[in-house]
């Protein structure tokens, strides 16, 4: 059970406070078809809890989503009963097809452009569904939930193994997934990833988007399956309270891998909760970009002007086309992203701008985009500080990136680096200005009531920039 108070309901909602109880509502429920009275006892007192933070916060709308144990216990409705007394307001009480469809919104709200199989996890069922170019396929679910399944099973991963090998025989055929990847979602696979995250030193602590080959995958969770989890050395990162489970949780993992054959896996921090918001927003609300929304408002709240880094997104554009650089779609948006957020460190003091800046932007709550991406983000801002070196940054961070997404970070990294000692961060003064090439030479232009300017320290950044994009040399024009 979780609560999540969000600040609005937007494309990039931000959470203002997020706690979760584990119940253990689906105990149980295998062997008697009723939740046991102990776990709705404290489930209840879990509600009220709930109920009184979200009345402290203010809260001007409640959505109360409820799931597989609610739906099959045969005193589920009694129990939403007692919800709906509480808290006043109507339970929405999910299908195992409503649960899929939403889990695909989750990841589709979430993940540029997703394209494969959505698989959420809970306590008593796990859904299957196909996304695919936006649009979602009809679910499937399945009773093998971490918690059904350990009842199930009494205990044996040997027969554990069995009802989920049977339950999953159809889903090789109808849901291939060859290929393509399988967004993972739940919390039983979010501690799998995170153990793995520590098991392989990664460099990075965000879920979201965590993206492991399958086979990798596949070998882990075969391993966490089988072995006394007390012999693992990282095993402390995962709480006890998920402990038990957890064996379970990788069974199911390396069977579906197994069912479906995706190429990898990629971790959703987002599903049925996101995805019942993004449902809700409007056709308009659900085109905007979660990337650059999310970066627009950590814009506003952290640079000396958002306008000026609005302003440095066509810029930068102009910049990149003079210097001959290709970019994707994808590419495209990284590099607005990283126009927005580029002045987020200035607070700082200027010897630790660029290190901070990178630790916030490598680790940001940001949705809509990969870990290389983050790499990306974190890369051109700390270069924008820092200057062009290498020397301050983790390997593994840069490990992260593409030799090509380097390159580019390094790139828009030496474009604010220019852009900034134009600007001084103000807003009004970059659109005034051009940046284009004349052969080799990369010429900045400024009107004449700019042109004092011109200096030295400019005039090194903007050969700099002209050198890193391969031109020969810069100048800088002053022109009436």
Known sequence: MRLVIYERQTRAPTMLFNEKILAGLGKGLAATGRMEAES???????????????????????YILATAASR????????????????GVKVNLLSGADEARLSAMGVRSGVNEANGIVGDLGGGSLELVRIENGAIGVGRTFPIGGLRLSEA???????????????????AQQMPCAGLPFYAVGGTWRSLAHLHMFETGYPLHVMHGYTIPAEEALEFARIIARRDLETIDQIDVVSKSRRGLLPYG?????????????????????????GYLY???????????PLLEACRELNLVRSRSPRHAEELIPWSA????????DETPDEQRLRAAGCLVSDIGWRAHPDYRGEQSLGILANAAFVGVDHPGRAYLALAVFYRH???????????????????????????????????????????????????????????????????????????????????GGLRDAVIRVVG
């Open 72 to 87: 099959d216990a045969s005193n589920g409705q009694e129990f939403l009963k007692a919800v709906e007394d509480i808290c």
């Open 153 to 171: 099973a009494e205990g044996s991963i040997r027969k554990a193994e069995k009802i989920v090998a049977e339950a999953l025989e159809a889903a």
């Open 40 to 62: 709705v006892e404290q489930a209840l007192a879990a509600i009220r809890r709930f109920k009184m933070l979200a009345d402290q916060s203010q809260s001007v709308a409640t």
């Open 279 to 289: 449902e809700h927003l409007s056709e308009e609300e659900r085109a905007r970009d």
């Open 386 to 468: 820092v200057g062009l070196v290498d020397d301050a940054v983790s390997p593994r961070i840069r490990e992260l990136a593409s030799t090509r997404l380097k390159e580019r970070a390094r790139i828009l990294g030496a474009v604010l680096r220019v852009a900034y000692l134009v600007s001084a961060a103000m807003h009004g003064v970059i659109p005034r200005t051009r940046i284009y090439a004349e052969g080799d030479c990369l010429v900045l232009e400024l009107p004449t009531n700019l042109g004092d300017l011109v200096g030295e320290r400019l005039s090194k950044r903007l050969v700099q920039l002209a050198k890193v």
């Open 318 to 325: 102009a910049a990149f086309a003079a210097l001959g650089i």
């Open 250 to 274: 990788a069974l199911v993992m390396e069977q579906v891998i197994r069912a479906i054959r995706p190429a990898h896996v990629v971790i959703s921090a987002l599903g049925v909760r996101e």
